[in-house]
């Protein structure tokens, strides 16, 4: 028989997979085509639309390559989920900045400060962001909005699990410190990277921020 966890793993896993599918429709490829483009067989794509596989980081960062919104696919989190305070700070960062901010950034940053009201609304505001760290992560995202997503979106693809609760509650000050430090270690070594990528670079930089973590489960390689 199986218990509560199970179930919502299960749940987890098929919710999961029709973001996948709504997110390889969005971008304007089918199965096949999207299998082909991984490098993967199409009954592999269609087990993990179904939620009978759960695809694997490398996955994941090739599927991010061809344009899939991977923070939704894991998370199923969009700005319109978040509470009305973090819309306010959207406006009015919106008409603050209407020109030259990335708008992967602005949604990364609104989905961990709304992140971080819904903890505090239902928790209490130690689980929730303190300012000074708001504000570091606003002028991060504002200022330097490519390489702040990208150190977001590399800590959100290794530590999704270590960043989760069972109920699916996101870790906002683990996630806020890992992006820190994955972003402060890629100042202080980007002048040695061979790579042009910003991507592949800090994609680097944060492996070796969750593997310095010897409480977070390691990336695979």
Known sequence: MKTKIDLYLVESSRKEGERLKNERIRIGLNQAEFAERLGIHKNTQTNYENGKRKPSNEYYAAAAELGINVPYVITGNTILDFPKKAAELAYRVFNCYKNGFNSNAMSALFFMIGSSNLNEEVDGKDDALHSIDMDTLVRLAIERGEEFYEAY???????????????DKLNVALMTNLIFETINLYDS?????????????????????????SELKKPSK
Not at 157 to 166: G, R
Not at 196 to 211: F, G, K, P, T, Y
């Open 153 to 167: 979106s590399a800590i959100t693809l290794y530590c999704h699990d270590d960043l989760h609760s069972e109920d």
């Open 189 to 213: 070594v980007k002048d040695q990277f061979s790579l042009v990528s910003i991507h592949d670079n800090m994609r680097l930089v944060a492996q070796q921020v969750v593997n310095s973590h």
